[in-house]
């Protein structure tokens, strides 16, 4: 046998266990790789859209965890103009019985009488004016607590959805097995138009629409998807520490505005500090959270923009 024959035999020797391989036909494969790339950018969209609602969710929690926490600090100064107004009420209670006496005479009735009227006038409506800034305070201070409450009621909610939502919002493994399964038709798609091309066995369109696919998927190959896990999994531990402080502080906050916890001042201090540091805990987790979702819109949205380029040179 001459050499050249014995070429001739080994190339097309290569070229048949190649289509046992990778497909008979160049049009074959291009059919396997619209297959396997098709509906991914689906998946990715719905991806994108559930970051963006969390992202949402997560920043109406920081908001409501903030609302919560500066009406705390506010509360705070109120209970501090409280225990004041106490004070000055007690002293002036106290003051009724230092009634100057020895300017109050027998021999001078009329005298003594205008003089207790007016102390009496006087304190009288002094204390009444310190006992309705009490009372005005008191209910000031009662609102607060109570918006306190409900704010951080509402972050933890907000929190905890964020939570579920960050949880689920990842490139799952099915997910993931598409992708790879595209990853490898574009390589075997790349592998079989150049064999098709060596062998001259197909017209030009068809290479053309094999190298539209190949220039188009190709990237499916360099996507950084464990950067779109590892934000939904920030997110998700963020929103979770933040709905537990929410939680705690939703708690401690009713129990601090409780009408009993309300008159053991030392008690209702703790308490309320203890409420605007949880108050404070959770903002920032949830800040956080939000944070991670909105910085997995920008990991999805690299993986969308190739998955629309990609399903668009399939068509």
């Known amino acids: 046998m001459k050499p050249t024959k014995i070429i001739a035999t080994g190339i097309l020797f290569a070229q048949c266990a190649f289509g046992i391989a990778f497909g008979e036909e160049l049009s074959d494969q291009i ?22 609602i969390n992202t949402a969710v997560t920043a109406v929690g ?19 103009e409280i225990e004041q107004l106490e004070k000055q009420i007690e ?8 009634v100057p006496v020895e300017t109050l005479t027998i021999e001078d009735k009329a005298a003594f009488d ?8 006087t304190y009288t409506a002094e204390l009444q004016q310190k006992e309705s800034e009490l009372s005005a305070a008191e209910q000031k201070s009662k609102t607060l607590g109570n918006i306190r409450t409900g704010t951080l009621a509402a972050t933890a909610v907000a929190d905890t959805a964020g939570t579920i939502i960050a949880a689920k919002n990842k490139v799952d493994d099915d997910l993931q097995s598409r992708i790879d399964n595209c990853v490898t038709a574009v390589k075997r798609l790349s592998t079989a138009r ?25 990237d499916w190959e360099y996507v950084n998807l464990t950067d779109i896990n590892k934000k939904a999994r ?3 531990i963020s929103s979770g520490t933040g709905a537990a402080f929410a939680i705690a502080g939703t708690i401690t906050s009713a129990s601090a505005n409780s009408d009993s916890t309300r008159q053991n001042d030392d008690k209702g201090k703790s308490l309320n500090t203890a409420s605007n540091v949880l108050a404070g805990g959770a903002t920032g987790a949830s800040a956080v959270a939000t944070i991670f979702n909105a910085t997995q819109i920008g990991a999805i949205k690299k993986a969308v923009n190739i998955a629309e380029k990609c399903e668009g040179a399939l068509n």
């Open 31 to 52: 059919q396997i790789t619209r297959s396997a790339c098709s509906g991914i950018s689906n998946a990715m969209d719905n991806l994108k859209k559930m970051a963006g």
């Open 62 to 80: 920081t908001v409501t965890g903030g609302v919560a926490l500066g009406t705390g600090i506010a509360k705070a100064g109120v209970d501090s």
């Open 91 to 98: 002293e002036l209670k106290r003051s009724n019985a230092n």
């Open 114 to 121: 205008k003089q207790v009227n007016e102390f009496v006038r």
């Open 194 to 218: 150049a064999s098709a091309q060596a062998a001259k066995t197909t017209d030009t369109a068809e290479i053309s629409k094999a190298n539209t696919i190949i220039n188009a998927c190709r």
């Open 234 to 236: 920030g997110a998700a």
